[in-house]
């Protein structure tokens, strides 16, 4: 099984809202990753989680919060986010980075609309 | 730092015909390299990958690409091409720390 699930699919959001993106991966892989992916453009790495614990933040703004509560989830937290920040977000997963296995398996993505 | 390139913004093929999409990648070290596919509003699906060893990759629907060092590519490619390839491509290079460079992405479009 290679699948990484994303919830919720869509989400429309006010710029004062508090809302949170969800990540489950169930292959046993011990890195996980957010990323950002605008319209007609690749994904662009906004963070990485290796053994739970935050390992890579590309200078994302302090609006997006990451969180990851077991090996198997991945949670972003939005709050007072401007409409820029539209896009699809995406999560992948890999094996357990010191196996030196790279290959990354995303998830279909939640589009997020900031009004 | 490492970078990919991928020269065509946009290809037309038709159905049924050969596929070759570019790739050039610029890293110091061995690289790892990938092609992902992405249909509309869609995550990226892997379609092959290249760590060592054969220099010519097997992948997903068909497609193999082939490793180049002296040239630094990694193109991909399909001898016939089916209407349900139309999507974007991207090729993606890990240097270090599992950061993944992608490039720019290669739309496919396919005509009857």
């Known amino acids: 099984d290679t699948e990484v699930t994303q919830t919720p699919k869509h989400l429309v959001m006010g710029m004062t809202n508090k809302k949170s993106l969800k990540c489950e991966q169930h292959?046993?892989?011990?890195?996980m990753y957010w990323y950002k992916q605008k319209a007609k453009k690749p994904p662009e790495l906004m963070f990485v989680?290796?053994?739970?614990?935050?390992?890579i933040n590309e200078s994302v703004p302090s609006r997006f919060s990451p969180e990851c509560p077991n090996s198997s989830l991945l949670n972003l937290h939005l709050h007072a986010l401007q409409p820029e920040d539209s896009a699809l977000y995406l999560c992948?997963?890999?094996?357990?980075?010191?196996?030196?296995?790279?290959?990354?398996?995303f998830g279909p993505g939640t589009r997020l609309t900031v009004t | 730092a490492q970078s990919v390139t991928q020269p065509d913004i946009h290809i037309t093929v038709s159905e049924g015909a050969s596929l070759e999409l570019r790739c050039n990648y610029s890293?110091?070290?061995?690289?790892?390299l990938f092609w992902y596919v992405q249909s509309p509003g869609q995550g990226l699906q892997l379609l092959l990958k290249?760590?060592?060893?054969?220099?010519l990759v097997q992948g997903i629907k068909g497609f193999e690409a082939e490793f180049k060092r002296s040239q630094s590519s990694f193109n991909l490619r399909k001898p016939s091409v089916h209407w349900s390839d139309a999507a974007e491509y991207f090729c993606?290079?890990?240097?270090?720390?599992?950061?993944?460079?992608f490039g720019t992405g290669t739309k496919l479009q396919v005509i009857p």
């Open positions: 992948a997963s890999s094996q357990d980075p010191a196996s030196g296995s790279y290959e990354q398996y």
């Open positions: 292959m046993g892989h011990r890195a």
């Open positions: 989680y290796s053994y739970e614990k935050l390992s």
């Open positions: 890293y110091g070290a061995t690289p790892y």
């Open positions: 290249y760590f060592s060893g054969d220099t």
């Open positions: 993606a290079v890990v240097g270090g720390y599992q950061k993944v460079t």
